[in-house]
């Protein structure tokens, strides 16, 4: 019989870029699932919820971790299975993972005929904005030439889509269901979403070919 382990536990290597000198370059970043039972794990996601903001889906991942971690002395009649995982450039001593090197989070439900995601967070430093100028800002800022400062490019990207190819490569044989905000459904689909019902633009599911 193999041990239980209670804490985090490394499952593959994810693909995903990395800022340097000469620009973006691939980059493996450890896929590791969190266990809502070890007193590390949860503090990691206590933490996070505090730097990335308790209102964030950091919050709401680290609320359900909690509630998990509560159900040992509790009868649940077919109790939800959830499962909590984390994308960090950190490569080893999983045992104790680093709060700042955790690039992002993701919650799923585990169903028989499914996998939910219920929450995926990327850390907040690594996201770019979205917000692009309108043709009138444009206009403005030529006509007073007003130059305005270059976004910093974040060190690491494409941390959602490596999440996502993550589970689908854990869960080949599992379709995964979402609900979506608004802007986030591009993202989705350039992932390899599509709506599950027509005329609701925001469940998405992912199917293997």
Request: glycine share 4%; charged share 25%.
């Amino acid at each position: 019989m193999s041990p239980v382990s209670f804490k985090a536990n490394f499952i593959h290597l994810t693909n995903i870029q990395n800022l340097n000198n000469d620009g973006y370059k691939p980059f493996n970043a450890s896929f590791v699932e969190i266990n809502p039972k070890n007193k590390n794990d949860i503090s990691l996601l206590k933490c996070l919820s505090d730097t990335w903001g308790s209102d964030s889906y950091a919050g709401s991942i680290y609320s359900a971790a909690l509630g998990d971690s509560k159900l040992d002395n509790l009868i649940i009649e077919n109790p939800i299975d959830r499962k909590f995982f984390a994308l960090t450039s950190q490569k080893n001593s999983y045992e104790k993972l680093d709060p700042k090197k955790v690039l992002g989070m993701v919650h799923i439900n585990n169903y028989s005929n499914a996998n939910s995601i219920e929450f995926l967070q990327v850390n907040p430093e690594y996201i770019t904005p979205l917000k692009k100028e309108s043709t009138v800002e444009k206009l403005f800022n030529k006509m007073f030439k007003i130059t305005k400062a270059t976004p910093k490019q974040p060190e690491y990207k494409h941390i959602g889509s490596g999440m996502l190819d993550s589970l689908k490569k854990l869960f080949p044989d599992k379709p995964i269901t979402l609900l979506s905000v608004s802007t986030a459904i591009k993202f989705y689909k350039k992932n390899g979403f599509v709506r599950e019902i027509f005329f609701n633009p925001y469940g998405l599911i992912w199917k293997n070919k």
